[in-house]
């Protein structure tokens, strides 16, 4: 399940804008010095088709200020597989590359 902490010695209000009822997406706005910044908090399902659907539906929140805190369990690329991990096709790799591309997010990893 999705939470977020939030330290209301830097924050001036914290607002929840969405959150299911499976607790695998969490989306607050925060304002900190009159400024208002999305934050999505997503811990996708271990399931390709169910990850797609959830990548779909991420789009309509997403603004110019917003900062995604995920689990995707999607495997990036090749580099990013470990010993437990297996590099295979996944249909919500593209969606979420897809995603990313649409709305310049960047990775930090």
């Known amino acids: 399940q999705c939470s ?4 209301t010695n830097t924050i001036e209000k914290s607002i929840l804008i969405y959150k299911d009822n499976k607790g695998r997406i969490l989306i607050i706005d925060i304002i900190v010095n ?3 910044f999305r934050i999505i908090h997503i811990y996708a399902n271990s399931c390709e088709k169910e990850r797609k659907e959830l990548f779909n539906k991420l789009g309509r929140w997403i603004n110019t200020r917003t900062i995604i805190i995920e689990d995707f369990n999607t495997v990036f690329s090749k580099s990013d597989v470990s010993i437990n991990n297996v590099y295979k096709n996944d249909i919500s790799r593209t969606t979420l590359y897809d995603l990313m591309n649409k709305y310049k997010l960047l990775d930090v990893w």
């Open 34 to 36: 009159n400024s208002t």
């Open 4 to 7: 977020t902490l939030i330290n």
